[in-house]
């Protein structure tokens, strides 16, 4: 991503120029690792984004939503004590480098007037947003500490004096001079885009590629000086997103990359703001939900491993409470043999009178012959009534088990944060997963997927258990068409057939649809069921998405999304 020092420049001055005096009225922590600003400008009110993650890393204006969460973070906290009702005094960036300072004049508790910086350094992993106190050039508190372990150079703690990184001794892009730009670039000798990102502060791979291509390498010294007189005119900014061959977003950039993506595969912007929310949203999203849901997925799997494991020693005691009859028979032929029996005998045989051979059966030599008859009828009664309840757990067992594959199977197919929340609530209300009262949120309204088939038929699938639920039983009809992989965990997905009645290729595209939102979502071949809804009924006290039906057909397919989406 091509977050460069050029970018960020460019991005300062827009930011100078539009949030001058913008009120901060909220501050919010959305993520870890990212700060969204609510500010009231003479424009009205914009969404200032923050981000230190290592793979979007950057400062803009955003329009996207966020999900905040109802406890906010420690950070997030001592923004809002020291910045909220602040005013942003100046944006700047420090030399060419990849970071925004942010000037803010606000008042202290004693109601005085106090100046405070936010230092966003945008770098890649080294990327951090550090609060100063401008009159002591002291750190408050940064969103990532650095401590002497991790950088001996430079450490981010509260307390201590800020130090920028180390400079690299490169020549400054906004204000660098013909003689010396020629100069520094011939040092470097003929190493292509290297000698121009080794040479000049601000450039990164991306852009240093474009000016290399884009002309005679003795012209270079002139297409940069060009390129900075369009930058800081910002007549030459083409905000653009830049796709790869599939059609996902590759890179992105304030400037033009002619010369290294064909113009059929850019998506211009009218705001950097706007292709950057496109860009991550895009291309980085999956990654974050899979990052977060790595968690999730680590604790619903323990839960099945537990599950596995209680079912194994359910069948061991099922399999031992087998002796029950054996326990019987031993109590009856005791019982019928007493007088074989001298006191503290340690064993006795005695005849079976069920198929004519003899049985030798072990005593406690401290008890008499009745007593030892009574403990085997004991051990038999225990036996018996163990069998029956361990069948009973056993199947508990089982019904927890199918519902816990079905979870980890929605996990890893989530594909937003919405989803995610949606199965952890769907957990903590069954009693799987802890959640403290004081961060539980207010469920929200089910969201299922929607497609159309080729002919124009509305299809829908459960993003989760709850989802599924919602879907069978209330948005579906009577008529309406259910689709369940056989046997395999996946979502419920419903083909309205209200306008008129399916065709084979409906049926088809709705079978790859549960396929392809199921465990076997890789396989070839699934079999999955389908059957009329009023055929699906939910038993009673039945776990989210738990069903049972009947007049099922089976089909097989290959998992498949359908293009209408």
């Given amino acids: 991503m091509s977050y460069d020092g050029l970018f960020a420049g460019v991005t300062a001055r827009q930011l100078d120029r539009l949030l001058a005096g913008a009120k901060i009225e909220k501050i919010y922590q959305p993520e870890p690792d990212e700060i969204l600003m609510q500010v009231y400008t003479r424009d009205g009110r914009k969404k200032l984004l923050l981000s230190t993650q290592p793979s979007s890393a950057a400062v803009y204006l955003t329009e996207r939503n966020f999900e905040n969460p109802a406890a906010a973070p420690s950070f997030c906290m001592l923004l809002r004590k020291h910045l909220q009702s602040g005013r942003i005094v100046q944006v700047r960036q420090p030399q060419t480098e990849r970071m925004i300072e942010f000037l803010i004049e606000t008042v202290n508790e004693m109601g005085y007037s106090v100046n405070k910086c936010l230092m966003a350094e945008t770098m890649g992993k080294h990327s951090n947003l550090v609060l ?44 660098i001079q013909r003689e010396a730009l020629c100069q520094r670039l011939a040092q470097h000798g003929p190493d292509g885009p290297k000698a121009i990102m080794n040479g000049i502060q601000g450039f990164g791979p991306t852009s240093a590629e474009e000016v290399w291509l884009s002309g005679p390498p003795e012209e270079i010294p002139d297409r940069i000086l060009a390129l900075r007189d369009a930058l800081i005119q910002e007549k030459g900014l083409q905000p653009a997103v830049y796709l790869g061959e599939e059609g996902t977003p590759q890179d992105v950039h304030i400037i033009p990359l002619n010369h290294i993506f064909a113009e059929s595969r850019t998506l211009p912007f009218e705001h950097p703001g706007q292709a950057l929310d496109h860009f991550f949203q895009n291309r980085l999203q999956s990654n974050r939900v899979a990052q977060r849901s790595v968690g999730l997925e680590r604790h619903v799997q323990s839960l099945l491993e537990k ?45 079976n009178y069920y198929d004519g051979t003899t049985m030798t059966i072990e005593l406690d030599p401290r008890l008499s012959a009745a007593k030892n008859a009574q403990n085997y009828y004991k051990k038999y009664g225990k036996a018996k009534t163990a069998g029956k309840e361990k069948l009973l757990q056993l199947e508990e067992a089982e019904k927890d088990i199918q519902y816990i594959e079905s979870v980890l199977s929605a996990v890893s197919l989530a594909e937003d944060y919405e989803t995610l929340e949606q199965i952890r609530r769907e957990l903590s209300e069954a009693g799987y ?20 088939t080729a002919s124009g038929m509305e299809l829908l699938a459960g993003k989760s258990n709850t989802d599924n639920d919602y879907v069978t039983f209330t948005m579906a009809g009577k008529t309406d068409l259910w689709f369940h992989t056989k046997d395999i965990p996946g979502s419920h997905v419903i083909l309205l057939c209200r306008e008129r009645a399916p065709e084979k290729e409906d049926i088809l595209e709705a079978a790859a649809l549960a396929a392809f939102y199921s465990k076997a979502a890789s396989s070839e071949n699934v079999p999955v069921d389908y059957t009329q809804v009023r055929h699906v009924k939910k038993p009673s006290g039945a776990k989210p998405g738990m069903v049972i039906y009947t007049s099922q057909k089976t089909i097989y397919v290959n998992p498949k999304v359908p293009t209408v989406n």
């Fill in 433 to 452: 997963l802890r959640t403290r009262k004081a961060i539980q949120k207010k469920p929200q309204k089910s969201k299922p997927y929607r497609f159309r």
């Fill in 132 to 175: 100063i106190d401008r009159e002591t050039g002291k750190i408050i508190d940064s969103i990532k500490r650095i401590s002497i372990d991790v950088n001996r150079y430079r450490q981010l703690l509260p307390g201590l004096p800020y130090t920028p990184p180390p400079t690299q001794e490169k020549l400054d892009f906004w204000t």
């Fill in 307 to 351: 599950l596995l494991l209680k079912k194994q020693r359910l069948l061991e005691d099922l399999k031992e409470s087998e002796r029950a009859d054996q326990l019987r028979l031993q109590a009856e032929l005791l019982t019928a043999g007493l007088h074989k029996v001298s006191p503290g005998d340690p064993r006795v045989t005695v005849d």
